[in-house]
């Protein structure tokens, strides 16, 4: 079993819808949880991070982390053909120099 | 202001063949640096990591080595390319023992022909 399960996708929806994406892990030591997103032929960039449990928003983006669950997601509200990348998360227990990855879902917004 | 640069963005080269990328960073001292590779439609897989000069930790055995002979500097090797090396190739670079954001470089497209 993998540390973080996530669904390739592709994820396809028009545009304005709200966007669910999501992440379940394996590991209770995970006290970080980040979202990034990559366009083609980039390097990611980090949207946004979470520490525990909770939800944080910023604009148009929301990040939610259910640790009694072990699932995180991160919602786009009015998406825009701009926001069509793959969108991979991340964790980290604070505790070592290593980052645990998600496969990355791609997401394609329809104008 | 921090900035990665990684280079080249793309390669192609012959089978058996040696391989060097290079990857610096100006702004930041002392950074933890990271080599990933991309497979397509994949995550990223972690290959080296170095939290100092000289320090290097490897996560897959493979015909890859990494190696930091400066505090902002990284470089990944190989003596011999083997098909399978083909991948997209991330430099990135974090800061202190919390991760929470890293920084990545544009990425090295290598085709292993």
């Known amino acids: 079993q993998k540390e973080v399960e996530q669904d390739p996708g592709p994820l396809s929806v028009p545009e304005g819808a709200i966007v669910s994406l999501n992440c379940t892990y394996s590991n209770s030591a995970f006290q970080y949880f980040m979202w990034y997103r990559q366009y083609s032929r980039k390097g990611p960039e980090l949207l946004m991070y979470?520490?525990s449990s909770g939800n944080k928003e910023d604009g148009r983006f929301t990040a939610q982390v259910d640790k009694s669950s072990k699932y995180i997601s991160l919602f786009i509200r009015d998406s825009q053909p701009s926001d069509s990348a793959t969108y991979l998360c991340a964790m980290e227990s604070g505790s070592n120099y290593q980052l645990i990855w998600g496969a990355g879902t791609k997401l394609i917004i329809k104008p | 202001s921090q900035t990665i640069h990684q280079w080249p963005a793309t390669l192609v080269q012959p089978v058996g063949s040696p391989l060097s990328l290079e990857c610096t960073v100006e702004g930041t001292s002392n950074p933890n640096l990271y080599w990933y590779r991309q497979a397509a439609g994949r995550g990223l897989q972690l290959l080296f990591y170095s939290v100092g000069i000289g320090q290097i930790s490897s996560e897959v055995p493979q015909n890859l080595s990494a190696s930091r002979p400066q505090d902002r500097q990284f470089i990944l090797s190989s003596k011999k390319l083997l098909l399978s090396d083909s991948g997209f190739y991330l430099c990135a670079w974090t800061k202190g023992t919390v991760n929470t954001e890293a920084f990545f470089g544009q990425g090295t497209r290598l085709t292993v022909v």
């Open positions: 979470t520490y």
